[in-house]
C-alpha cells in the first residue's frame, strides 16, 4: 500500500487535522499531507469529499472520504488494527468516547472565547477554560495517560488543542500550570512521543497565527 | 447473573427515544425511569455529574450517557440481534457521520424553528428543509438508511420525528410536500414496533412544545 491510497485534506494549525495524523503515525501508516488554504479558497477536492461542511480535515481513503476527526481516528482505528487506539471492552470504549465527546464540545470553544474577547468577558472565558481544564484532569485521575498505561484515543483527541494553549495563556494572561498541573505534566509526557512531537507544531507560531486570525476577523 | 438495565428518560426527549427503540430492536428487558428535567433526581445527578443529563443507560450500576455514545454501546454488548451498524469500517464511518449531522443540524435548527418567528423561523425552514433534501439523496433507493433493516442512522433520525410535526405546526410548512420519500421513510419506519411503541402520542409533543413556548416566553 503507497501513500496515495491514504491522502489527508489538511491545515498545520488545526488541531482537529492534527489528531488525524498522529492516529495515522500511531499506526505507522504512509500518507500524503495536502495542504488547505481556507483563506484562499478551498480545493476542488476538498468541496467535493467533504460538500456538507467543507472543513478539514478529511481523510481519504482509497478514493472514498471520512470527514469529522473524531469519527476519521475511529474510522482509522478500525482499519488498521495495530495498535489498538481505544480498549477492548464496551464499558471502557464508551467511557473514552465520552470523554473524547466533551474534550470536542468544550475544549477548543472555551479556549476561542479567550482570545476573541476582552475585560470582563474575557475573564469570564477564562474562568470557564479552567473549569473545563479541571473536569479534564478529573478524566486524567492519577493515569499516565487517559486511557490508562497507554497513549490512545482520548490522547489523541486532546493533545493537538494543547498547542494552542500558549495563545490562551498569553491572551487571557494565565498560566495552565497554576490551574491544572496534572494536565500540564501529561502534556508534556505526550510531548515525548515521536508521533506527537512530529506533529504538533511550535506554539510560538500558532500565537502568530492567532494573531493575524484575529486581525481578519476584526477582533482588536 | 442477569444483567440488570435501566434507563433514566425524559418521555419527550429524542435522545432518549432511541434508546428505548434499540432496546427494543434487541430485545433488552429493562426497567425505564422517568426523570423530570425541570426538577433533577439525586440519582441522575450520580450517574451523570458532567452533563445531567438524560438519558443515560445503567448497566449493572455503571451509567453510560450521550445518546450515541450508548447506542454503540448497546450494540456492542448485545450483539447478538438487529445489529444497528454495519461491520465494514467505512460504512460505520458513514453511518457515525450521518448521525452527527442528524444531531448537530436537524436538532438545532428544529429548535430555532419552533423558538422563533417571522425572517428568523422562514430562514430556519428552509434550512430544515434543506437538511431534509440532503438525507433523502443519502437514503436513496434504501428502504433505511441501514440498508434492509433498521440502522444507526435510521433509529438516530426517526427519535426526532414526533417534533417534526411540532416544527411544521409552528412553521406552518409541510415536509411531506417538499420530500414524500422522506415521509415514506418515516411510514416504513413507524411500521416496526419498536419504533411505534417507543415514540410518545404526538398530542402530548405538541402540548409539552406549547408549554416551553410559555416557559421561555415566545408566543
Redesign the interface.
Known sequence: MSAEDVVLLDCWVSPFCMRVKIALEEKGIQYEERAEDLFGGKSELLLTSNP?YTKVPVLV?KG?P???SS??V??VD??WASPPLLPSS??A??QA??QA??IDKKLFDAGSSIWRTKGEAQEVAVKDFIEVLK?LEKFLGDKDFFGGDSFGFVDIITIGITSWFSAYEIFGNFKVEDHAPKLSAWINRCMQRKTVAKVIPDPEKVYEFVINLKKMMGFE | MADEVVLLDFWPSPFGIRLRIALAEKGIVHEYKEEDVWNKSPLLLQMNPVHKKIPVLIHNGKPVSESLIALQYIDEVWNHKAPLLPSDSYLRAQARFWADFVDKKIFEIGRQLWATKGEEQNAAIKEFLNCIGVLERELGDKPFFGGDTLGFVDVTLISHYRWFLVYEKFGNFSVEAEHPEFIAWVKRCMEKESVSKSLPEQEKVYDYAMLLRKKFGIE
Open positions: 456538507i481513503h472514498k471520512v470527514c469529522e469519527i476519521i475511529g474510522y478500525e482499519t464496551p464499558y470504549r464508551a468516547k465520552f465527546d466533551y473536569q
